[in-house]
């Protein structure tokens, strides 16, 4: 296999990140659902500001389809108010479990079919894009769905295997086309993407001590390196 092949070259990537970082055990959550909400509250936000209104939900009982669907969207925008846009993602949360209930009646009914029908299905209701959607069948159904999201992009247009410009399909079809169709190595590929954009791929890139130093386009080699 040659060694620009995409599979080879992404697999090779997974392997210097997860000796960098090991397992991160990404999604943070204790049930399924909570993996649901999660990923409807993290829409243009971040990860620290979610956990404060799962804390609210969670002080409150309300982290269940049937509690999220009883709950007035009022008070649930109030509860929600820390991860921002609270009334945009309450109305967005009661609309997921509306559709849920009338169309699966439960989570794990949800789940039981083939996913890439469940992800056509899904990603047509009002507020779950396609990031939310391949969340949701990802980290709370286990489902062999890949995430793409801004550091996805950034990571790998700066490796030289998308552009910045491609939309969320084609750089998602980069690794459902070349990535074995493994839940779990894509549940941990994603987590470790975004560990690699914090510490080092940020918008102002921080090179020094880089895994990925020698792959990287922004990289500058050394004096007299072939």
């Known amino acids: 296999m040659a060694a620009n092949d995409p599979q080879t070259r992404l697999l090779e990537i997974f392997g210097s990140l997860?000796?960098?970082y090991g397992a991160l055990n990404w999604w943070p959550?204790?049930?399924p659902f909570e993996v649901c909400v999660g990923a409807i509250l993290t829409q243009n936000t971040n990860w620290i500001n979610v956990e404060k209104a799962i804390v609210n939900l969670k002080r409150e009982g309300l982290i269940s389809v049937q509690a999220i669907h009883e709950t007035p969207q009022e008070r649930l925008a109030e509860l929600i108010r820390p991860s921002g846009f609270f009334n945009v993602k309450s109305v967005r949360l009661k609309g997921f479990v509306e559709w849920l209930l009338r169309r699966h009646g439960s989570l794990d009914a949800m789940f039981a079919g083939g996913w890439q029908d469940l992800r056509d299905e899904l990603v047509k209701v009002p507020g779950i894009g396609p990031e939310?959607?391949?969340s949701i069948l990802l980290y709370a159904g286990g489902k062999p769905s890949f995430v793409v999201d801004a550091y996805t992009?950034?990571?790998?247009?700066r490796l030289g295997l998308v552009s910045e410009k491609?939309?969320?399909h084609r750089v998602r079809s980069l690794f459902m086309e070349h990535?074995?169709?493994e839940a779990p190595l894509f549940n941990e590929y994603h987590a470790l993407i975004v560990e690699q954009c914090k510490r080092h791929c940020r918008k102002k890139p921080s090179c020094d001590g880089c895994p990925l130093g020698r792959a990287c386009c922004l990289a500058t080699p050394n004096p007299g390196t072939p």
């Open 166 to 168: 491609d939309d969320y």
């Open 29 to 31: 959550a204790d049930t």
């Open 132 to 134: 939310t959607c391949d």
């Open 18 to 20: 997860y000796r960098r």
């Open 179 to 181: 990535l074995p169709p």
């Open 153 to 157: 992009r950034r990571l790998f247009s």
